[in-house]
C-alpha cells in the first residue's frame, strides 16, 4: 500500500529556532514529492522535488530529497511566529499526502 | 490570476440529508481534484479528473458520493445521503496537466458539518 509518512506530527519551537521536518514515502510510481504549508484551509505550495540531492531553497525555507532513502526534509531557519501552520508533504503520482507535521512557534 | 474557486465555505447539514459543492478551478488548468480533509489529517484524494474524464477515483465512497464536471472546466461534488464521518473540509485543487509534474493550487475548501 502506498504511503506517506511525516515526522514529528507537531513540534513547539521558540523563535529563531532552526527545525527540521521529515517525509518519508513508499509509493508505487514516484514522480515528484511535494511540499505544502496549510495554515487555515489552503494548502498552499512551496516546493517540488524530483531529483535526489538539489536542494530547493526559498529564504529561509529549504528542501531536499532523497529517492535512495525515500525521505525528504523541509528545514526553517530563524523561524518567526508566521512559520506557525502544518506543513504538507505530498507524493505524485497518486497524490498520496502525509499527515502533515503541526509547527508552532513560540515568540 | 484568479485562483481555485469553491463555495459555499461552510455547510451544515443533518446525517441523511444531501450537499452539493462547487468549484471551479483556474483557468486553463485541465487536472481538477476533489480531497476529503478530516481534522487533525492530511487530506485524501477522492477524485481526480482530467479535462472532464475521471483519472481516478478509487478512494471515492461510490455508494454515496457522486462528481462531475461535464464541461471540462467546473465540478461538483454531492454527497448523498450524508453521515456524521463525512464532517469534514472538502478541498478542490487545480493543476495544469497531469501526469506533467506541475504543482496543484488549492481553494479555500468547504467545512461540511453534519449533525
Known amino acids: 500500500e502506498d504511503k506517506v509518512v511525516q515526522s514529528p506530527l507537531s513540534l513547539v519551537v521558540h523563535e529563531g529556532d532552526t527545525v527540521t521536518l521529515n517525509c518519508s514515502y513508499e509509493v508505487t510510481n514516484f514522480r515528484s514529492l511535494l511540499w505544502y504549508k496549510q495554515e487555515k484551509k489552503a494548502p498552499t505550495f512551496l516546493f517540488m522535488l524530483?531529483?535526489?540531492?538539489i536542494e530547493k531553497k526559498s529564504g529561509r525555507l529549504s528542501s531536499i530529497l532523497d529517492k535512495k532513502e525515500l525521505f525528504s526534509i523541509l528545514n526553517i531557519t530563524a523561524t518567526q511566529t508566521g512559520d506557525s501552520a502544518v506543513y504538507l508533504c505530498?507524493?505524485?503520482?497518486?497524490?498520496?499526502f502525509g499527515k502533515g507535521t503541526r509547527l508552532h512557534i513560540l515568540p | 490570476e484568479a485562483g481555485v474557486a469553491q463555495s459555499p465555505r461552510y455547510k451544515i447539514i443533518e446525517k441523511r440529508q444531501s450537499v452539493a459543492f462547487w468549484c471551479n478551478p483556474i483557468?486553463?488548468?485541465?487536472?481538477l481534484y476533489w480531497y476529503q480533509q478530516i481534522l487533525g489529517q492530511g487530506p485524501k484524494l477522492l477524485i481526480q479528473?482530467?479535462?472532464?474524464?475521471?483519472?481516478?477515483d478509487s478512494q471515492l465512497p461510490k455508494d454515496r458520493f457522486s462528481a462531475e464536471r461535464l464541461k471540462g472546466v467546473d465540478s461538483t461534488l454531492k454527497i448523498q445521503p450524508a453521515k456524521l464521518e463525512d464532517s469534514a473540509v472538502y478541498l478542490c485543487?487545480?493543476?495544469?496537466?497531469?501526469?506533467?509534474?506541475?504543482?496543484?493550487?488549492f481553494g479555500q475548501g468547504t467545512r461540511l458539518t453534519v449533525v
Open positions: 483557468s486553463g488548468h485541465a487536472t
Open positions: 505530498a507524493v505524485y503520482d497518486k497524490i498520496i
Open positions: 524530483t531529483s535526489s540531492g
Open positions: 479528473f482530467q479535462n472532464n474524464g475521471v483519472v481516478d
Open positions: 485543487a487545480s493543476s495544469l496537466s497531469f501526469p506533467a509534474n506541475t504543482e496543484a493550487f
